[in-house]
């Protein structure tokens, strides 16, 4: 697919922005290359989907959002408006169970169409899947890649959240809750409206020990040691305490991967997709008001399938990253080699050179009108008598393409 990122000049003309598209491809790679360095296999799924592998299963992807068409045969379908359902779908109907690991990786488009203004929203997602493994080191080595997917682009200041579907859920299996007020508890509890979460408690059929524990959900986020800390200090039984446990044991092995200080622990976390049954977790980057990743495991997913298949995941919006991207502020490196006519061959040696190390470079004849040079580009000049780098307004001489990058490095 071609994506072509459009604005209007001061003439009104379209003007397609090359450069953000050569980011997006960039970012893609970096992406994959992450990926691919973690051990995952690329896959793919069908662009479209029959509209009954979504709509028998609730609380997945929302009926109204699905893209719809029909084939010849009159069958309904729809485009792509999920991932992980179709290559779970895939992985059961030849596996009930797994006696191997399996690490997947897309890149792929999904399609929704907005429930409030009817309006088609198309974006790549980026996404692992891996199945096989129940356990707190799959769990940390899924959250610990979404933290190098990050960390890849270059995003300083991120933070993941992490929550635990399981602990909700069994919250609330225990208790007669209607729907309607289930619905309005998950909303207060998400919005830590604690006032608003008492006084609906107050009029529900519930234990004392469990409205203290729903009430001080909202105030369980923070610094994940203090986090569990207050949590396993609350009135539990042996099942949530088990939770805890597993959470705990998950952290500690992030931060063997040195990803403390961007992890939060977040109880009051609740995903709206059924289907996760443990560990989710959310990435937030500066400037984009929303997740730009989402992700959890999945262990009963299977069963819609006729399969016990552990499984965990996540995917990353490619265009809200990009976005992301676009607002941090970065400097980028332009170069503009500029040679004595009888020295074209070693100035076009070193701009290759320095293209190979990711760096912007044009060359010209240092008889050019400089006019045509970017005012922010760095400027090398091949002599045959001497090589300098003009940085405010000194002559520094190198040696080799080291010597430069040990100039840049210097002046940033």
């Known amino acids: 697919m071609c994506y072509m990122y ?5 003439e009104n003309d379209l003007v397609i922005d090359t450069e953000k598209i050569k980011r997006r491809a960039m970012m893609i790679e970096q992406i994959k290359d992450r990926f691919m360095t973690n051990g995952y296999d690329e896959i793919y799924t069908s662009t479209f989907e029959h509209y ?9 992807v929302n009926r109204r959002e699905m893209i719809k068409t029909i084939d010849n045969s009159g069958n309904v379908l729809v485009l792509r408006p999920d991932i992980t359902i ?10 009930e169970t797994l006696t191997k690991d399996l690490r997947y990786f897309y890149m792929l488009d999904v399609f929704r169409q907005a429930e409030l203004t009817n309006e088609y929203v198309e974006n790549t997602q980026a996404g692992i899947e891996y199945f096989g493994y129940d356990a707190p080191e799959a769990d ?27 602990f909700f859920q069994k919250l609330i299996e225990k208790i007669d809750v209607p729907q309607e007020n289930l619905v309005e508890l998950i909303h207060l509890i998400q919005s830590k409206n604690v006032a608003e979460i008492e006084l609906l ?26 986090v569990l800390k207050k949590a396993k200090a609350l009135p539990l039984n042996d099942c949530l305490r088990t939770l805890i446990e597993r959470l705990e044991a998950t952290y500690e092995i992030l931060c063997a991967y040195e990803l403390e200080r961007y992890l939060t622990i977040d109880f009051s976390l609740i995903n709206q997709m059924d289907y996760y049954s443990g560990v989710i977790f959310q990435g937030f980057i500066p400037n984009i008001g929303r997740p730009v990743l989402m992700g959890g495991r999945y262990n009963t997913l299977g069963n819609y399938f006729q ?11 490619v265009e809200l990253l990009l976005d992301g991207i676009d607002t941090n502020e970065k400097e980028e490196v332009n170069i503009v080699v500029l040679y004595e006519a009888s020295e074209i061959k070693q100035a076009l040696q070193l701009a290759e050179q320095l293209r190979e190390k990711q760096i912007k470079t044009v060359t010209y004849d ?15 000049f091949i002599e045959k008598e001497k090589n300098y780098i003009l940085l405010d307004g000194d002559k520094i001489p190198f040696q080799t393409v080291q010597g430069i990058l040990h100039r840049l490095k210097e002046r940033t």
Not at 201 to 226: Q, S, T
């Open 140 to 166: 940390a080595e899924v959250i610990a890649i979404a933290a190098h997917l990050l960390k890849d682009l270059r995003i300083e200041y991120f933070k993941i959240e992490i929550g635990h579907a399981g």
């Open 366 to 380: 240092k008889g050019i009108d400089l006019q045509r040079i970017r005012e922010d580009a760095v400027q090398i």
């Open 307 to 317: 399969a016990n298949i552990p499984a965990i995941g996540f995917a990353a919006n």
């Open 86 to 95: 179709p290559i779970t779908q895939q992985l059961a109907m030849n596996n």
């Open 6 to 10: 459009l604005h209007h000049n001061i």
């Open 201 to 226: 408690l107050r009029d529900l059929a519930i234990d004392e020990k469990m409205k203290e524990v729903m009430v001080a959900l909202p105030f369980l986020y923070g610094e994940p040691n203090i």
């Open 52 to 60: 009954d592998l979504y709509a028998k299963m609730n609380g997945s």
